[in-house]
T-cell receptor, first 117, second 114 residues
Framework: GAVVSQHPSRVICKSGTSVKIECRSL??????MFWYRQFPKQSLMLMAT?????????EQGVEKDKFLINHASLTLSTLTVTSAHPEDSSFYIC?????????????FGSGTRLTVV | AQSVSQHNHHVILSEAASLELGCNYS??????LFWYVQYPGQHLQLLLK??????LVKGIKGFEAEFIKSKFSFNLRKPSVQWSDTAEYFC????????????FGSGTRLSIRP
């Protein structure tokens, strides 16, 4: 089945630094990937839709200058948290759907636990 | 805009009890519906999905869900739960397009007493 790899799984960074999270579709091509954020014991909140070769579409209230998304190829999207602060600490999850036309569900990465100290 | 409501925040059951978790969505057009499960410390896994056809969908681990269009509902059921079903369950919807975003409900925490 479709597999989405997310890296790193955990990262701790100092306040003010930037962190890059990668999301790769391993055995399928994804023109669209999605980035979510999940706070403890809460649901997944969609942050943005990553579009291959074009600008990402951000949800209302998400700062696009803070959460930079790059979707340079059909198998890779990156999320960069710039100038991270402790309130950015969260669980970030990406997802993708096989664009080949098969009626498959969305496949999720295993998530990245970001802790800003 | 589409939205998803899960009315049960936390459900506690004994082993072998029957389960039904409610999910209602709001969207006027064609939808795809999903149930995901998140076991403690693990990532999301797809339980089942509905795209079209038979409104009664069977998923993994004995779960099933019924799409009732007139009620905008997609409730999750399992006739007999096990302790290993303890997890967070998320209902999700997307607007039927291959590129459209998937929106999640707030989740239902299921606790099973051994």
């Amino acid at each position: 089945g479709a597999v989405v790899s997310q890296h790193p799984s955990r990262v701790i960074c100092k306040s003010g630094t930037s962190v890059k999270i990668e999301c790769r579709s391993l055995d399928f091509q994804a023109t669209t990937m999605f980035w979510y954020r999940q706070f403890p014991k809460q649901s997944l909140m969609l942050m943005a839709t990553s579009n291959e070769g074009s600008k990402a579409t951000y949800e209302q209230g998400v700062e696009k200058d803070k959460f930079l998304i790059n979707h340079a190829s059909l198998t890779l999207s990156t999320l960069t948290v710039t100038s991270a602060h402790p309130e950015d600490s969260s669980f970030y999850i990406c997802s993708a759907r096989d664009q080949a036309g098969r009626k498959s569900g969305y496949t999720f990465g295993s998530g990245t636990r970001l802790t800003v100290v | 805009a589409q939205s998803v409501s899960q009315h049960n925040h936390h459900v506690i059951l004994s082993e072998a009890a029957s389960l039904e978790l409610g999910c209602n969505y709001s969207y006027g057009g064609t939808v795809n519906l999903f149930w995901y499960v998140q076991y403690p410390g693990q990532h999301l896994q797809l339980l089942l999905k509905y795209f079209s056809g038979d409104p009664l969908v069977k998923g993994i681990k004995g779960f099933e869900a019924e799409f009732i269009k007139s009620k905008f509902s997609f409730n999750l059921r399992k006739p007999s739960v096990q302790w290993s079903d303890t997890a967070e369950y998320f209902c999700a919807v997307n607007a039927g397009s291959s590129a459209s975003k998937i929106i999640f409900g707030s989740g239902t925490r299921l606790s099973i007493r051994p």
